[in-house]
């Protein structure tokens, strides 16, 4: 019985000891790294020719109070959440201030003047002034609430030339430039 006594004591404590040694020979190292992404900013303007056209319609020629006749358009943005962005608008004639000329289609020397503006009936001049993360100048700027949601900006002209002109169609062509 002694015997069974020493071996099991003997058993014991070398299953023991290696126990000890294997516990005693794991250890841990520890280290981290990170996970990351950068955004750039990003925006889509919806100014398409005919979609977002403004149409002063049809006016008798040299009918009185076609000068300042206003007609509007909607340009929307769409840009990345919290982006600020500028939109300039410059007539074909390169205007700053977005006062732009109409050609007639087929006789250019008649043409009929119009001014751009941001707001309806007003002196506030829509050109392409206005300077990202400086002033606005006479440009339309906000910031962006995510590349899904659109902001809607609305574009008005106002005819400031005579309609004594020519019959036919007179045209334009503006530029929509946003920068972000």
Known sequence: MQLKKNLLTATLLAIGSLTTV???A???ANGEFKVKIKIDSA????AAVGAQDIDFGSVTAGAA????????????VQCSK???????????????????????TSTPSDTIAYQLNSETASAKAWGDTGVLGGSLGNSVGGIGTGMSKT???AVYATVTGSTDVAVGDYTDTVQVK???
């Open 178 to 180: 946003v920068t972000y």
């Open 22 to 24: 294997s516990a005693m």
């Open 151 to 153: 902001i809607s900006h």
């Open 65 to 76: 109070g076609p000068a300042n006749k206003t007609s509007a358009t909607a340009l929307s």
């Open 43 to 46: 925006c889509n303007v919806n």
């Open 26 to 28: 794991a250890g841990t």
């Open 82 to 104: 919290g982006a600020a962005y500028v939109i300039k608008l410059t007539p074909s004639n390169a205007n700053a201030s977005g006062a732009g000329i109409m050609i007639h």
